[in-house]
């Protein structure tokens, strides 16, 4: 069997209120027939269904203030509850006391090189990304992190030509319009869709993230969050319909932010786990019980063991 993580950064459980929560305005029909048409909100989780179950996850893992995506990222990545470790919250990019952590040999990634599984993350970066890191400009956030302290490499723009790789939109547009690279595939969501379940076959673990969630919550950008949400609802009915069956899909976030445009910050919702497969291979997936973010590593060590 194979893993397929898609990381959705800062998306939380929030009201059903279409005034400040996209999620419960934007049409996702592929999303919300996974979840008995539901809409991905706070009074959805716990659901169970034949395809897929959602959960609900604490993101502040008992530390006061509000969650933030270095701490986040990094306990997911590791299933240490590191807020608790170090007594705070702290990001966007991992410091001193983070990264102590990432750069440890204890994250699932390190975890997988020892168990020699075939692992990516499936994002492309472009030439300016490593042009930063290499010149001390801009620093590693904490999933490229744990991904080059485990010795995998990162994709380039070379395996996103070459179609090894995906750009952080899953479709290409933002490289075509943003970037003005016209060596880029543009896809339709669909397409892209499709292109992500290609891609995860060749891997035992295969992670994505996505970080336009994210963005759309700190610029309280009501109408490019629908439209973003949009486009992943397409995703997901390209890697549903391609999808294998020894395939478990893993969908969850870092912390609250996108369900409430009410605000710029983040907040301290729950964040979903919506896990999409076989019913033994959710259960297996599951345990006895997953109720934080610290609870992910340990939960896909379970999958592989």
């Not at 547009?173 to 896809?187: N, P, Q, R, T, Y």
């Not at 995703?235 to 395939?247: S, Y």
Request: proline share 6%.
């Amino acid at each position: 069997m194979s893993l397929l993580f898609i990381f959705l950064d800062g998306v939380g459980l929030g009201a059903d209120d279409p005034k400040i929560n996209p999620l419960a305005s934007a049409k996702m029909p592929i999303l919300h027939a996974l979840l008995g048409k539901k809409p991905l909100i706070a009074s959805t989780a716990p659901y169970k269904g034949e395809h897929a179950t959602l959960l609900a996850l604490d993101a502040s893992l008992s530390v006061e203030g509000r969650p933030q995506s270095a701490t986040g990222q990094a306990t997911l990545l590791t299933g240490i509850n590191i807020p608790a470790e170090i007594g705070y919250h702290y990001g966007p990019k991992p410091n001193k006391d983070v990264r102590q952590y990432l750069q440890s040999k204890k994250t699932i990634f390190s975890w997988l090189r020892a168990e020699n599984k075939k692992v990516a993350l499936l994002n492309a970066y472009p030439d300016g990304y490593f042009k930063g890191i290499n010149s001390g400009k801009r620093l590693y956030s904490a999933i490229p992190l744990a991904v080059t302290e485990a010795e995998f490499p990162l994709f380039t723009a070379e395996d996103l030509y070459e179609g090894r790789a995906l750009s952080a939109d899953f479709t290409g547009e933002g490289w075509l319009k943003m970037l003005k690279d016209e060596k880029a595939s543009v896809f339709t969501p669909e397409n892209a869709g499709k292109k992500l379940a290609e891609l995860t076959m060749q891997y035992d673990f295969s992670f994505f993230e996505y970080w336009a969630s994210d963005y759309a919550g700190h610029k309280q950008d009501m109408d490019w969050g629908i439209k973003q949400l949009e486009a992943f609802d397409g995703v997901l009915a390209g890697l549903l319909k391609n999808m294998p069956k020894d395939l478990l899909i893993l969908i969850t976030s870092d912390h609250g932010n996108m369900e409430d445009m009410s605000t710029r910050k983040h907040t301290e919702a729950p964040v979903p786990c919506l896990i999409i497969g076989t019913e033994n291979m959710r259960e297996k997936f599951i345990g006895k019980e997953l109720k934080d973010l610290a609870d992910i590593t340990p939960a896909i060590k379970r999958i592989f063991n």
